[in-house]
Structure formats: structure tokens, C-alpha cells
């Protein structure tokens, strides 16, 4: 079980202080698909980076299983099972796709078979990746799909995933999204998920909105997914204006 107790996260800006995380207080619990989604700017990715330990909140504490894990670095995170995926992942050159697996999986026997499965899952073939190396050659979305692939071979307890479908095709996108069904089905990870794509939304067991570095709606896709479009429509004229004359 997740549990954040009245997080906040400060930083000082122009002689004045500006609150990016506002007394947060959540718990997820084991096995749960939780998707965090809001406006740009909201604090999702901020408040997922204090879960990995990216971030250090100002106020607060972070619990894990019980355990505190506020003063933890992300070392110590991940040997307790916590995974992250970035909105924009790394590069490494001169490491191997392969060898990239292997190092997330922990076994150094990792055979061919299994890390073909990991990229099967995000729509990669095993045989034109494992020995390319993880640099510039490869798109965006390439990256991004191997750092997800990471992450299933780590099996850690807790995953976490900012905007997954960044840069990722349709047809890779609809891979994605039935790996986390099935990992959902599994029980076997907690998954948070930042997105604003409709179709993972709806695959979260509950739906919290991040915006203005506080939690602004929580419930069920069902419930969230016509508050989300509410508020679009609060905040733009022209919209509001469109959806009258429907």
C-alpha cells in the first residue's frame, strides 16, 4: 500500500515561494490501477517524481508498505520495488538493448526468449532491437516503448508511468494498453499512470485529477470523464459556445 501523507512541495521563485504540491494526503492500495491526469502544469508529474524520490517534498511523508520512505534515495526505492518511467526517457550509449534488459531484470541469465516477450508487450520485435544500442538512432517513441519494456522486466511491486503514449503509434499505443490490462488482471504490480488518453483512463480503477498542485476530483473513469469535460468546457468560451448549440 501507497500511502502520501499531507505532502507538499515548495520552491522559491522571484523572492517568493511557490507551492507546486499542496497538502496531498492518498493512499492506493495493493494491486490498484490509479491514473493521475489534469491540466499542464498541474503538479501530476511533480507528485509521481516524490513517489520515486525524484523530488524531495518540502512538507510531509511517503509511505511504502508501512514503511517510510520520505529520506530514501532512489536506489533504495528501487530495491524496494518502486519503478519509474519518464515522460522523456534517457539515452545510453554504448549499452544494448539487451544488456538494458538484463540490468532492469536483475538476472544476468536472462535468455532471448524472455526479453522478446518484455518487447512483444510494447510492440517491439526482439530480433531488430536487443542489439541495437539505446542512443540517438533510435526515435522518441522507440525509446520510450524499450523504457517501458525496462520496466515490465524489472517486475518491480510499484510502477510508474508518465504519459506512457508520448510519441508511440497508434497500433504500439493499442499493444500498451492491453500489457496494462493484463498486468492490471495480473494483481501482481500497483500501477500509477499520468495520462490524458481516454482509452487508459478508463482502464484505472480510479481517476484522480491533479491541478493547481492538489487533488481537484477522485472517483471512477465513469464518474471523473464527464468532470473532465466539464471543466474543458468551464474554461474555454468557445467551446462553452459550441456545446450549447449541440
Not at 492506493?28 to 502544469?41: C, E, K, R
Not at 517534498?57 to 514503511?67: A, F, K, V
Not at 494498453?177 to 488482471?185: D, I, R, S, W
Request: net charge negative.
Amino acid at each position: 500500500m501507497l500511502e502520501l501523507k499531507h505532502l507538499s512541495y515548495t520552491v522559491h521563485e522571484d523572492g517568493g515561494e511557490l507551492g507546486i504540491l499542496n497538502d496531498i494526503s492518498l493512499t492506493i492500495g495493493d494491486g490498484q490501477l490509479v491514473v493521475f491526469t489534469g491540466p499542464n502544469g498541474g503538479g501530476k508529474t511533480t507528485l509521481a517524481k516524490s513517489i520515486m524520490g525524484l523530488v524531495t517534498p518540502t512538507e510531509g511523508r511517503i509511505l511504502w508498505d508501512g514503511q517510510d520512505i520520505t529520506g530514501l534515495g532512489i536506489t533504495e526505492r528501487a530495491r524496494l520495488g518502486i519503478s519509474y518511467g519518464f515522460q522523456q526517457p534517457p539515452r545510453f550509449k554504448g549499452l544494448t538493448v539487451r544488456t538494458l534488459l538484463t540490468l532492469a531484470s536483475g538476472n544476468q541469465l536472462l535468455s532471448k526468449d524472455r526479453c522478446c516477450q518484455y518487447l512483444t508487450r510494447v510492440g517491439l520485435c526482439a530480433n531488430d532491437y536487443l542489439d541495437r544500442e539505446v542512443d540517438a538512432s533510435l526515435s522518441g517513441g522507440e525509446v520510450k516503448r524499450i523504457e517501458i519494456a525496462s520496466i515490465l522486466a524489472r517486475q518491480g511491486k510499484l510502477m510508474i508511468f508518465d504519459e506512457p503514449e508520448a510519441g508511440i503509434d497508434l497500433w504500439s499505443f493499442a499493444r500498451l494498453t492491453e500489457t496494462f490490462e493484463q498486468l492490471h488482471a495480473s494483481g501482481d504490480a500497483t500501477m500509477i499512470i499520468i495520462s490524458h488518453q481516454e482509452r487508459i483512463i478508463s482502464l484505472a480503477d480510479e481517476v484522480i485529477v491533479v491541478g493547481e498542485g492538489s487533488l481537484r476530483h477522485r472517483g471512477s473513469p465513469e464518474d471523473i470523464l464527464p468532470q473532465i469535460l466539464a471543466d474543458t468546457l468551464g474554461g474555454c468560451p468557445v467551446l462553452r459556445k459550441e456545446a450549447a448549440v449541440l
